[in-house]
């Protein structure tokens, strides 16, 4: 693989303006960071990227998403959790693989061209196999977006018999999918045990474990909305993330996706084993969830990193939005401008995502992977040019993402999809 030098007017180094530095990309990872004109001088060989007129920032990192549910993008909308949930899985037991890559295809073209390089797609239309599951990796790679599969573990009774397995079948299938995928530099797998409500003990157990084994983090869907509490302490006694404690897995692997009503105690108990949420703040205020209490996460040092969730319930797929409505979300709910920064929630966006997924991401710096964004800093979103963090965050729009490179190769080039028609 060609050794690349890309060279914007502007690299944003953890979060902070570089101007005149360049980037080494090579076999798939950053290999330097640094002044450009050192940079030029180390590697005459390297192929150059001019980037005039571009800021390069990293690609960001869509947490949580469910791909297939572009598909029924307008359909469940303005409706209570409970209806929304019934229209999709109404619908989702339908799909078939080509349904399954479609709706990812037409998901991660999207996200790419919004400047997400990593997602996190938890999937569950497994119809006791892997079929669509590895369709929704052929998605990705056919329009080159870095994917970690989530493979969704679920026995919950009331839930379409498309979505469930036993826990043994679901290890092995999951053991089987990671087997499969073994060695792609875009796919990934972890273990992803659906919710307190939809997985049982002995589900959420064979997860936990199945991710020590496979040495991942693993997700769940915690307290997304107030009935998932409710039904939790009803049937328990304890809160839903109480009651995977209780079950003696709750540990440094945990990645708890949404966690809007969990407790005081539930939070601090994640940030002592060194656990993770992936807030999806878009959704959650979408489908009438609530707003996760950050303040309280913060204070405890949970480290946050953002999902879009998914194209049917939020229903926009763009992680730069979801750093915008984070913190102004904090700002208004606290009566404090000053609750939550720009730089902050960039770095959810961004570095946060590699303790979410795992992987080397979000970062510009050696050893990450080179998945990569150039900004037009002419795009009128991004003037005047007083501070460009702020501008990104705050006021940026999609036409100032031009170009999008994951794994050192060009994936977007001048706000088009490379790979795949539009059409």
């Not at 307290?223 to 009803?234: L, Q, S, V």
């Not at 939020?314 to 709910?333: I, P």
């Amino acid at each position: 693989m060609t050794a690349r030098l890309f060279l914007p007017d502007v690299l944003l180094f953890a979060g902070e303006p570089r101007a005149g530095w360049a980037l080494l990309a090579r076999e798939g990872r950053i290999g330097a960071v640094g002044p450009a004109a050192e940079l030029l001088a180390r590697y005459p060989r390297a192929a150059r990227v001019p980037l005039p007129g571009m800021a390069l920032t990293p690609g960001t990192v869509n947490a949580h998403s469910h791909s297939f549910q572009s598909l029924w993008r307008g359909l469940g909308d303005d409706l209570p959790f409970p209806r929304w949930r019934d229209v999709l899985y109404r619908l989702a037991p339908r799909l078939d693989e080509e349904g399954a890559y479609t709706g990812a295809l037409f998901a991660f073209a999207e996200m790419l061209l919004r400047g997400v390089t990593t997602v996190c797609d938890f999937f569950y239309l497994h119809h006791g196999g892997n079929e669509r599951a590895l369709a929704v990796a052929q998605a990705a790679r056919a329009v080159g977006i870095r994917l970690v599969l989530a493979r969704a573990m679920m026995d919950w009774p009331a839930a379409p018999r498309a979505f469930r397995e036993t826990p043994e079948q679901a290890v092995d299938n999951t053991r089987a999918l990671a087997a499969a995928l073994q060695g792609d530099p875009l796919v990934s797998v972890i273990p992803a045990p659906h919710s307190p409500h939809a997985a049982s003990a002995a589900m959420v157990r064979a997860g936990a474990l199945l991710a020590a084994e496979l040495d991942t983090p693993w997700h769940v869907h915690v307290a997304e909305a107030p009935y998932e509490g409710e039904e939790t302490r009803r049937r328990t006694g304890l809160g839903p993330l109480a009651w995977i404690a209780a079950l003696g897995v709750l540990d440094r692997r945990v990645r708890v996706v949404h966690g809007v009503w969990l407790d005081r105690e539930e939070i601090w108990s994640l940030a002592r084993v060194g656990g993770g949420l992936v807030h999806c703040p878009g959704a959650n205020l979408f489908l009438g969830d609530g707003v996760a209490p950050l303040a309280l996460y913060r204070r405890a040092g949970v480290t946050i990193a953002l999902g879009c969730d998914s194209g049917a319930a939020n229903n926009r797929l763009s992680v730069f939005d979801e750093m915008r409505l984070a913190a102004v979300l904090q700002k208004g709910l606290s009566g404090r401008a000053d609750a939550v920064t720009a730089l902050e929630v960039y770095h959810w966006g961004t570095r946060n995502g590699a303790h979410a997924t795992g992987l080397p991401v979000g970062e510009l710096a050696p050893g990450r992977y080179a998945d990569l964004v150039a900004l037009d800093r002419h795009d009128l979103s991004l003037q005047p040019a007083h501070n460009l963090l702020h501008n990104l965050v705050y006021a940026m729009q999609p036409t100032a993402i031009r170009h999008v490179w994951v794994h050192g190769e060009p994936v977007v080039r001048d706000g088009r999809l490379v790979r795949v028609p539009e059409e």
